[in-house]
C-alpha cells in the first residue's frame, strides 16, 4: 500500500491567492483528519470525515477555510483567500473503519508557504 | 480539560545512551495514549499505543512506555539510542467521545555521535 498521498508536498503562493491541498487516504478507511502543525501552535486538527461525512470541523480556524470529500479516496482542504499566517504544515491522516481511536496513519504533509 | 503536557522541547542524548522522554496527561476517564514520531520532513509515525492491560508497552524501534495513572503520565523510553532516533516526539491522547486527538507540544531529540 502506497500509504496516506498528500499534493503538492511544497506549495508557495502569494497572498489573496486560492490554495487547494489534496489527500488520498489509504484505501478500505473510512476516517480521514486534517492537521496543521506550526511552531506556534503545534499539531491542530482541523477536520475530520466518517464515511465520507465532515463529522467535526470545530478546528477550521474561519470561513476562508473548506474542506470535501467527494468520496472515500479523495479529499481537498482548500483557503480561499490565503493570508501569511496560514503558513503550515498541513497534514492528512486517515484510519480503519470501526475505532477511530485506532492507529492514525499520516500522509507526509503539504508545506505551505503565503507571501 | 483534557490536556497533554510535555515539558521537555529539546533534549540532547548521546548515541547508546538511554533515553526517557516525558508525557503528562489530563483526562477524565482510562485514557488511550500514544507515542508518535516525526522525522524530519516526514508525516508522523506511531511508535506505541496503550488502550488497557499491561502498563508497559512496547513499541517499534525498541521503545517501551509506561503508564502510571497515579502520576497522570506516560513516559517512553528506549534503552540505547541510536543517531537514527533524531527527531520529534508526540504524545497523544484521544477524546473517546469526539474521537479527536489531543497532541503534545513535541519532544525535539538530537542524538550525539
Known amino acids: 500500500d502506497a500509504g496516506v498521498i498528500q499534493s503538492p508536498r511544497h506549495e508557495v503562493t502569494e497572498m489573496g491567492q486560492e490554495v487547494t491541498l489534496r489527500c488520498k487516504p489509504i484505501s478500505g478507511h473510512d476516517y480521514l483528519f486534517w492537521y496543521r502543525q506550526t511552531m506556534m501552535r503545534g499539531l491542530e486538527l482541523l477536520i475530520y470525515f466518517n464515511n465520507n461525512v465532515p463529522i467535526d470541523d470545530s478546528g477550521m480556524p474561519e470561513d476562508r477555510f473548506s474542506a470535501k470529500m467527494p468520496n472515500a479516496s479523495f479529499s481537498t482542504l482548500k483557503i480561499q483567500p490565503s493570508e501569511p499566517r496560514d503558513s503550515a504544515v498541513y497534514f492528512c491522516?486517515?484510519?480503519?473503519?470501526?475505532?477511530?481511536?485506532?492507529?492514525?496513519?499520516f500522509g507526509p504533509g503539504t508545506r505551505l508557504t503565503v507571501l | 480539560a483534557q490536556s497533554v503536557t510535555q515539558p521537555d522541547i529539546h533534549i540532547t542524548v548521546s548515541e547508546g545512551a538511554s533515553l526517557e522522554l516525558r508525557c503528562n496527561y489530563s483526562?477524565?476517564?482510562?485514557?488511550?495514549l500514544f507515542w508518535y514520531v516525526q522525522s524530519p520532513g516526514q508525516g508522523l509515525q506511531l511508535l506505541l499505543k496503550y488502550f488497557s492491560g499491561d502498563t508497559l508497552v512496547q513499541g517499534i524501534k525498541g521503545f517501551e512506555a509506561e503508564f502510571k495513572r497515579s502520576q497522570s503520565s506516560f513516559n517512553l523510553r528506549k534503552p540505547s539510542v541510536h543517531w537514527s532516533d533524531a527527531a520529534e516526539y508526540f504524545c497523544a491522547v484521544v477524546n473517546q467521545g469526539t474521537y479527536k486527538y489531543i497532541f503534545g507540544t513535541g519532544t525535539r531529540l538530537k542524538v550525539l555521535a
Open positions: 483526562y477524565g476517564a482510562t485514557p488511550y
Open positions: 491522516a486517515s484510519s480503519l473503519a470501526g475505532a477511530p481511536y485506532n492507529e492514525q496513519f
